[in-house]
């Protein structure tokens, strides 16, 4: 059975910092790309960010750009999304997703919040 359960969501205050976390079983992580999604109240999901299976590609949409990094490992089958200098407009239901030749798998989700 897939399972992607994210975890480490929660409210911040604007500059603050959370770090999201992604744990896989049921599939071969290490052969999926794995990518970090968001979707605000009222508006589409967008692509956050990716880190390709090979590890040859990692890329970030220009709104997080230099304050948040991906990252995973492995050997423990998990993804992560460090976040830094949060702002308002980060709030969202942050979404796990792994892909590979045509196979998509996603989690439940984490709430983040960012308000004083």
């Known amino acids: 059975q897939v399972q992607l359960v994210e975890s480490g969501g929660g409210l911040v205050q604007p500059g603050g910092s959370l770090r999201l976390s992604c744990a896989a079983s049921g599939f071969t992580f290490s052969r999926f790309d794995m990518s970090w999604y968001r979707q605000a109240p009222g508006k589409e999901r967008e692509l956050v960010a990716v880190f390709t299976r090979a590890g040859d590609r990692i890329s970030y949409d220009d709104s997080v750009k230099g304050r948040f990094t991906i990252s995973r490992d492995n050997a423990k089958n998990t993804v992560y999304l460090q976040m830094n200098s949060l702002k308002p407009e980060d709030t969202a239901v942050y979404y796990c997703?792994?892909?590979?030749?045509?196979?998509?798998?996603w989690g439940q989700g984490t709430q983040v919040t960012v308000s004083s």
């Open positions: 997703n792994a892909g590979s030749h045509g196979q998509f798998y």
